[in-house]
């Protein structure tokens, strides 16, 4: 009962006029929405997806690029720093060696000043024992001549003194 309730019922009944006159309507509008609305959508959602695609592409492409550059960043400062410890290395072999040259140059500096100093302290020792020699030399004679002065001045005491070294002379 209920479903011939449902069969006579015009909105519930097919009607074969309806379903063309249906059909070719929406066949129109799928058709007018395929040519105006489906080809720029559709077109769109490409260029949208070739431009993500691309996009994704060159973010890829970058990170090998960034992996590449810390590769070579860190090649880079390796090199550096082995560089910079070689130099170092270096500098200190050239400040080991001046100090070095610095202290030969040093010592033979007060090598030269010593023996120089004991050269000038014997050549001034040796002019004072010469000025010494000189003086007690002429204080010798100063007094020899006032000795033979006084014992001279008798006849006696002269002969005396002649014949002494006469015969001080013949025995040598």
Do not use: C
């Not at 992996?67 to 050239?94: C, G, P, V, W």
């Not at 002429?138 to 002649?162: P, R, V």
């Amino acid at each position: 009962m209920t479903i011939g309730i449902l069969l006579l019922h015009p909105l519930l009944s097919p009607s074969y006029g309806l379903i063309v006159w249906t059909l070719v309507a929406f066949l129109t509008v799928l058709f007018l929405l395929k040519k105006f609305a489906w080809g720029p959508i559709l077109k769109s959602l490409e260029e949208r997806e070739h431009s993500i695609q691309t996009a994704l592409d060159e973010s890829k492409k970058a990170r090998q690029e960034m992996a590449t550059l810390k590769s070579d960043n860190e090649k880079i400062i390796a090199e550096a720093k082995t560089q910079r410890d070689i130099i170092l290395k270096e500098a200190r072999e050239i400040k080991d060696k001046m100090i070095a040259d610095a202290k030969s140059r040093a010592s033979t500096e007060a090598d030269r000043i010593t023996t120089s100093a004991r050269e000038n302290i014997q050549n001034e020792k040796m002019a004072a024992i010469t000025e010494l020699k000189n003086q007690v030399a002429h204080l010798s004679i100063e007094i020899a001549e006032k000795i033979l002065k006084q014992e001279l001045s008798e006849k006696d005491k002269q002969k005396s003194i002649i014949k002494n070294l006469l015969e001080d002379v013949k025995m040598n």
